[in-house]
């Protein structure tokens, strides 16, 4: 099986795709690919991170409300550590900004939402 190809793991994203796991096989595709397109927020997160559990339900809130003007991509840490390692992210969890296939800015921990609607809005295009 070619992960580069594979329709599973590439498929393709329309602009009312609000949320996306992004994987070690997808991640160029999810994350940098679609960056050309639209902001892509990349939250490099853990089921058993408390701020990840806090801030995880204020980014599902706002991908929808955005309706597709970004695109959220969730990365599992402990499944995906060389995306973690690739970042250079010390902490979890880590929300990464990238436009035109470039980290363009990132924050760290759990913050409030009022915090988290000013980055996404720095950043859409």
Known sequence: MDLHTHPEIHKQLKPDDFVA???EQNFEHIAIKESTKRLVLVDISADWC???NVLMPI???LSKEYSGQFLL???DADENM???GRYKV???PTV???VNGEEVDRFH???REPFVRDFIDKHLF
């Open 21 to 23: 796991d992004a994987t």
């Open 50 to 52: 408390g701020p990840c």
């Open 59 to 61: 980014l599902d809130k």
């Open 73 to 75: 991509a969730k990365v």
């Open 82 to 84: 060389r995306i973690a």
């Open 90 to 92: 010390r902490g979890f």
């Open 96 to 98: 990464i900004a990238f």
């Open 109 to 111: 921990s759990a913050q």
